[in-house]
T-cell receptor, first 112, second 111 residues
């Protein structure tokens, strides 16, 4: 069974601090996606990582992918309140066509 | 940008009603998906479709059906709504490079 695990599930951090969210997956995949969800809203695409070693950055968020370790990280630099949201990673398995498998999500709260 | 449009943001329906949730995408994608999202349970796949008139069951298809008569439109049908189908419903369309694009979601309450 394909599994996508995120940790931590809940994260409370102070403004200005750095932290990393981890996403481990159990299938062979060279594509990993990060999404953000605000309360009561839908999921919004953040990053698409398409190959081993890929690194993408947008503002205070940076995502990376290590396909050999089956690990992706989402690093938060100098957190601000606006980053409070739930973050999901997802992989699409080469074995199951186009279906995506989502992690459980990490609920991030940035405290002033 | 791909747009995925869900017809309703909020719906309140009575137990036993037949409910239609509509989803339209504008990028000519073959694959479309319906998920439901509940607190503590994450996203669960209900049905997906990889072509017109084609459908596949996801992880929790019971109590639901779908219709894909046109490529751009994928409808989720609750044959007889029940209170345990109160949830946030998310439609998505997929492109290989950009992954899923989600609609804005429909929050359905069954009373």
């Amino acid at each position: 069974e394909l599994k996508v695990e995120q940790n931590p599930l809940f994260l409370s951090m102070q403004e200005g601090k750095n932290y990393t969210i981890y996403c481990n997956y159990s299938t062979t995949s060279d594509r990993l996606y990060w999404y953000r969800q605000d309360p009561g809203k839908s999921l919004e695409s953040l990053f698409v990582l398409l190959s081993n070693g890929a690194v993408k950055q947008e503002g205070r968020l940076m995502a990376s992918l290590d396909t050999k370790a089956r690990l992706s990280t989402l690093h938060i630099t100098a957190a601000v309140h606006d980053l409070s949201a739930t973050y999901f990673c997802a992989v699409d398995s080469l074995l199951t066509g186009n279906q995506f498998y989502f992690g459980t999500g990490t609920s991030l709260t940035v405290i002033p | 940008d791909v747009k995925v449009t869900q017809s309703s943001r909020y719906l309140v329906k009575r137990t036993g009603e037949k409910v239609f949730l509509e989803c339209v995408q504008d990028m000519d994608h073959e694959n479309m998906f319906w998920y439901r999202q509940d607190p503590g349970l994450g996203l669960r796949l209900i049905y997906f479709s990889y072509d017109v008139k084609m459908k596949e069951k996801g992880d929790i298809p019971e109590g639901y059906s779908v219709s894909r008569e046109k490529k751009e439109r994928f409808s989720l049908i609750l044959e007889s709504a029940s209170t345990n189908q109160t949830s946030m419903y998310l439609c998505a369309s997929i492109g290989r490079v950009y992954g899923y694009t989600f609609g804005s979601g429909t929050r359905l309450t069954v009373v």
